[in-house]
T-cell receptor, first 111, second 113 residues
Framework: QKEVEQNSGPLSVPEGAIASLNCTYSDRGSQSFFWYRQYSGKSPELIMFIYSNGDKEDGRFTAQLNKASQYVSLLIRDSQPSDSATYLC???????????FGKGTHLIIQP | DGGITQSPKYLFRKEGQNVTLSCEQNLNHDAMYWYRQDPGQGLRLIYYSQIVNDFQKGDIAEGYSVSREKKESFPLTVTSAQKNPTAFYLCASSIMTSAAEAFFGQGTRLTVV
């Protein structure tokens, strides 16, 4: 069974610092990985996706993928209070047959 | 504006009743999905459809039914056979590629009273 594991947190980070969010996945056939941000009571919104080993940067966000270790991470630089949310990691097997989600990490940015 | 519209935002159901949640998209996406989210949990896949008039069960399909008569529409019916239907239901759509990110509607919060 495909599984995506995340530490539920809460992860507390001071404003302006780097927040580091991690997830691991069980299915070696997973090809693409996604980070979603979800505010309380709202639907998830896509932050980044990655499918090649290494780093991918977009503004303050960097996604990292290590397929050998089955490990995905998201770094948020210069953290802002508005970054406080639950971050969901998801994997895709390569077809349009749905994403497998982790339970999410609750991130709190302390002003 | 392109997007995914779910309705209603809040829905209350009496035990033993069937209810239908609406999902419409104008993104011209072929694939559509229904997920369920419980408090403190990730999203779990109920059903998905990659083409009109075809759909597949996800991980937790029991007690649910869907139809895909139009590319734009993918309604979900929560039947009386679903023993614990109170949850946040999310509809999503994507294009048909291996790196296709899913875009979500605003969700429907269903409560059994």
């Amino acid at each position: 069974q495909k599984e995506v594991e995340q530490n539920s947190g809460p992860l507390s980070v001071p404003e302006g610092a780097i927040a580091s969010l991690n997830c691991t996945y069980s299915d070696r056939g997973s090809q693409s990985f996604f980070w979603y941000r979800q505010y309380s009571g709202k639907s998830p919104e896509l932050i980044m996706f990655i499918y090649s080993n290494g780093d991918k940067e977009d503004g303050r966000f960097t996604a990292q993928l290590n397929k050998a270790s089955q490990y995905v991470s998201l770094l948020i630089r210069d953290s802002q209070p508005s970054d406080s949310a639950t971050y969901l990691c998801a994997s895709s097997g390569g077809g349009a047959d749905g994403l497998t989600f982790g339970k999410g990490t609750h991130l709190i940015i302390q002003p | 504006d392109g997007g995914i519209t779910q309705s209603p935002k809040y829905l209350f159901r009496k035990e033993g009743q069937n209810v239908t949640l609406s999902c419409e998209q104008n993104l011209n996406h072929d694939a559509m999905y229904w997920y369920r989210q419980d408090p403190g949990q990730g999203l779990r896949l109920i059903y998905y459809s990659q083409i009109v008039n075809d759909f597949q069960k996800g991980d937790i399909a029991e007690g649910y039914s869907v139809s895909r008569e139009k590319k734009e529409s993918f309604p979900l019916t929560v039947t009386s056979a679903q023993k614990n239907p109170t949850a946040f239901y999310l509809c999503a759509s994507s294009i048909m590629t291996s790196a296709a990110e899913a875009f979500f509607g605003q969700g429907t919060r269903l409560t059994v009273v």
